[in-house]
């Protein structure tokens, strides 16, 4: 906004500073070389990254698509792998299903965790006094982690830095030219 600039050209322009994003450009940078972030904020991974609570999928949540959900599954392991330094695992992480209106069983939820791998198990007398039986027709203890976006962020600068990403914060793009060489 404001003042527009024009920057030299680039080999690819990334919009949007998210993790998705970053991943991208560090992908981009290796093979193309002359890659730009343009985020709005004035830090990577504070927007759509942090919308989903910070969590690190396995699966769970996708009952009704088991192509989403074993594709969670395996980059669950793929993310823990990559971002060992941002995973915060030190809570039990309790799944229910609902008795009405649900879209899933608590039976479909148990297939769908052994098909995927998805480790899962009754959640304990203790931890299902939490919820109201009338409601709740199953209550897991699963493996599902979180990650700490601060750290995260922090580390994924780091890494689009080093392999010589420019990043622009604070920026909007208004207008981009696609110019085939």
């Known amino acids: 906004q404001g003042d527009q600039m024009s920057y030299p050209r680039r080999n690819a322009i990334v919009i949007g500073g998210g993790l998705y994003a970053c991943v991208i450009a560090n992908h981009l940078q290796q093979r193309l070389g002359s890659v730009m972030v343009v985020e709005q904020e004035s830090k990577l991974l504070c927007r759509a990254s942090l919308s989903n609570q910070a969590r690190i999928h396995n699966g769970y949540h996708y009952p009704r698509s088991l192509q989403t959900a074993y594709r969670s599954r395996v980059n669950f392991s793929a993310f823990v792998r990559e971002y060992p330094d941002c995973v915060v695992n030190n809570f039990t992480k309790l799944y229910c299903i609902a008795r009405n209106r649900s879209k899933v069983t608590s039976r479909q ?42 750290i995260l962020g922090q580390v994924l600068t780091a890494r689009i830095k080093t392999v010589g990403v420019e990043t622009r914060l604070q920026a909007k793009v208004i207008r981009a030219d696609y110019r085939d060489s």
């Open 109 to 150: 939820f148990e297939k769908l965790c052994s098909l995927i791998g998805a480790p899962w198990k009754i959640a304990s007398t203790e931890h299902q006094r939490f919820f109201n039986p009338a409601l709740i027709e199953g209550v897991y203890e699963v493996t599902e982690y979180a990650f700490d976006s601060e």
